[in-house]
C-alpha cells in the first residue's frame, strides 16, 4: 500500500508543506484526519488512551506506534517499549522524536521476542481488517506474548452507521472499507474492522482468550484486556 499516512506523518513533524489528510469510506462523506492527532501528549490524550496506558505493565510491543506518542509516554516512564510500525517514513519519525526501540515491519512478520503487554491504540486492531484476520492475529499473538502477559486495544460498535438496524450483508458489519488521501495521491482501498463487545468476546474465546472490558464511554468505545485461558 502506498505510504499516504507516513508522508503525512513525516511532512507534519519535518514542518514541510502539508496537506489535509483525508480519509474516503463506503458509507458517506470523505472526513479529515487532523495529522496532528497522531502527535498528542499525554494532556490531550482521552480517558480511554490514559487507562489503557495505565494498564500497560511489563515489557511491551506498541503495534502500529504511528509518530510515537504512546510509546514515548511508556518509555518516558521507564517502560521497555518497543514501537512496531510498518511505515519506513512514519518509523524514520519514531527515530527523530526519540523512541529508542523502533521495528519496521508487518505484525504477522515480527516474531521472535515475547512480551507482557502486547498494545495497540487508536483502534490499531482494525489492522486485522476483518473476522477472520482478527482469528489469525490472536493466534500469531500467542507467539509474541508471555503466558501470564496481557492484549490490550480499544475499538467501537459501529452499528450506529445503521441506525441500529444492521441490514443483511455478506460480511460482518463492523469491517469497513477506507482508503487514505494526501496530496492528490490515494491508497487503494482497505477493509478496517470494528468490533462489538459480544463478537469480541466469543471470537476471543473460540481463539483461546478470556476477555475483559476494562472501560468504555457514552459512544460505544470501549478498552478491552485479553489474557490467554489457562
Not at 505510504?3 to 508543506?17: C, E, H, M, N, W
Amino acid at each position: 500500500m502506498m505510504d499516504v499516512l507516513g508522508k503525512a506523518i513525516s511532512d507534519f513533524y519535518t514542518r514541510q508543506p502539508y496537506n489535509k489528510l483525508w480519509i474516503h469510506n463506503k458509507y458517506g462523506k470523505k472526513e479529515e484526519m487532523p495529522i496532528a492527532t497522531y502527535f498528542r501528549n499525554v494532556a490531550d490524550m482521552p480517558d480511554l488512551e490514559l487507562i489503557a496506558l495505565q494498564n500497560c505493565t511489563g515489557k511491551i510491543l506498541d503495534i502500529g506506534a504511528g509518530a510515537g506518542s504512546h510509546a514515548l509516554e511508556l518509555q518516558d516512564k521507564g517502560f521497555d517499549v518497543t514501537a512496531l510500525e510498518i511505515s519506513e517514513k512514519a518509523a524514520e519519525v519514531l527515530r527523530l522524536r526519540g523512541v529508542k526501540k523502533i521495528n519496521c515491519t508487518d505484525i504477522f512478520s515480527f516474531d521472535g521476542e515475547r512480551f507482557d503487554t502486547l498494545l495497540l491504540l487508536m483502534n490499531g486492531i482494525g489492522l486485522t481488517g476483518n473476522i477472520a484476520g482478527l482469528k489469525s492475529f490472536l493466534q500469531h499473538a500467542k507467539k509474541l506474548i508471555d503466558p501470564l502477559g496481557q492484549l490490550i486495544f480499544d475499538s467501537s460498535d459501529v452499528a450506529y452507521l445503521y441506525d441500529h438496524d444492521i441490514p443483511e450483508m455478506d460480511h460482518y458489519y463492523g469491517e469497513i472499507r477506507y482508503r487514505y488521501e494526501y496530496k492528490k495521491q490515494k491508497t487503494e482501498w482497505f477493509t478496517w474492522l470494528y468490533i462489538d463487545q459480544k463478537m469480541l468476546t466469543k471470537t476471543a474465546e473460540e481463539e483461546g482468550w478470556k476477555t475483559e472490558i476494562i472501560f468504555q464511554d457514552e459512544f460505544d468505545q470501549y478498552l478491552a484486556k485479553l489474557v490467554l485461558k489457562a
